[in-house]
């Protein structure tokens, strides 16, 4: 099956710090990637959706310009959190989609754990 | 507003007791339906995905079936390595490639 990398898995930074998560797709092109936040014991809620080459697409109530969105390939996917606060602390979890038609399945990632000191 | 439901919460059984989860939506326009098995600490694992009202597809215990208002999956003489959250999430036509999650179901095997 489709395998989604994300890097780091787990980081700790201090408040105020920036920090950047990698989404891969492995062995696929992903046109459209996802990021999502989880909180203990309660499901995913989309934070954006991204197209190879294009601007992020911000659900509401997500910061843009806090949580800033790259896809610049489409293999490549990546989540900046500018300076972090203990609130964001929180599981985040990215997505691809590859093609389009019946076969548009989300592959998810491992997930990376950031907690902000 | 489109909205998922899952029930229950939680559940307990004992290995070899099968069991069915139920998910329940409201949806302008079934795109599709989507089953995902999360451990814990892990990302979501896609299990199935159900485009209309009849479908049925099945993979080891899970049998996952599709109404026009919920979907069940069922689980058949489960073991301990089952033991997971159970998701489901739909899609909607209008709603481009968004999913849209319910809570989840949190399922524990005891041999």
């Known amino acids: 099956g489709a395998v989604v990398s994300q890097h780091p898995s787990r980081v700790i930074c201090k408040s105020g710090t920036s920090v950047k998560i990698e989404c891969r797709s492995l062995?696929?092109?992903?046109?459209?990637m996802f990021w999502y936040r989880q909180f203990p014991k309660q499901s995913l809620m989309l934070m954006a959706t991204s197209n190879e080459g294009s601007k992020a697409t911000y659900e509401q109530g997500v910061e843009k310009d806090k949580f800033l969105i790259n896809h610049a390939s489409l293999t490549l996917s990546t989540l900046t959190v500018t300076s972090a606060h203990p609130e964001d602390s929180s599981f985040y979890i990215c997505s691809a989609r590859g093609g389009g038609g019946p076969y548009n399945e989300q592959f998810f990632g491992p997930g990376t754990r950031l907690t902000v000191l | 507003e489109d909205q998922v439901t899952q029930s229950p919460e939680a559940l307990r059984l004992q290995e070899g007791e099968s069991s069915s989860l139920n998910c329940s939506y409201t949806v302008s326009g079934l795109r599709g339906l989507f089953w995902y098995r999360q451990d814990p600490g892990k990302g979501p694992e896609f299990l199935f995905t159900?485009?209309?009202a009849g479908e049925e597809k099945e993979k080891e215990r899970l049998k996952a079936t599709l109404t026009k208002k919920e979907s069940f999956l069922h689980i058949t003489a489960p073991k301990p390595e089952d033991s997971a959250t159970y998701l489901c999430?739909?899609?909607?036509?209008?709603?481009?490639?968004?999913?849209?999650f319910g809570t989840g179901t949190r399922l524990q095997v005891f041999p």
């Open positions: 159900l485009y209309s």
């Open positions: 062995d696929f092109q992903a046109t459209t």
């Open positions: 999430a739909v899609q909607s036509k209008g709603g481009y490639d968004k999913l849209i």
